[in-house]
């Protein structure tokens, strides 16, 4: 019985994307066509449109996926052990420094290649 209810869900989802690139063609489509109207109207238009347009989504079986997902990303980040302010600040003073030093061997090479090449060439 799970399988049937499965598969009839699958079905509709390909109408819901296709609602879906609907709306947000007729958002597209509608902002060229009143773009002698107010930039506010239009952003309300298309906020609108676009709020349905993710409602509709989220009810497929991948936009439940993806909402899933999302849900599942703010739990890990949560758990990140963000720096702590001296941390983050030794740490972006050992990159500066170090991309300083390494761009200062690669004008060094680069010179002296030049000055082989030129003394090479006349």
Known sequence: MESKAQHSTSRFDAIKWLVVFVLIA?????????????????????????????????????????????????VEIRKVVWPTRPELIQTTVI?????????????????????LVSGVIG
Request: glycine share 4%; aromatic share 8%; charged share 15%.
């Open 26 to 74: 007729a958002g597209v489509v509608g902002n060229q066509y009143y773009s002698a109207e107010s930039v506010l109207y239009r952003v309300l238009a298309l906020v609108a449109l676009a709020v349905v347009a993710t409602l509709v989504a989220l009810q497929t079986d991948r936009g439940r996926r993806f909402a899933a997902l999302l849900k599942e990303a703010r």
């Open 95 to 115: 990159v500066v420094i170090f991309v300083l030093v390494v761009a200062l061997l690669l004008w060094a090479m680069d010179s002296l290649i030049s000055m």
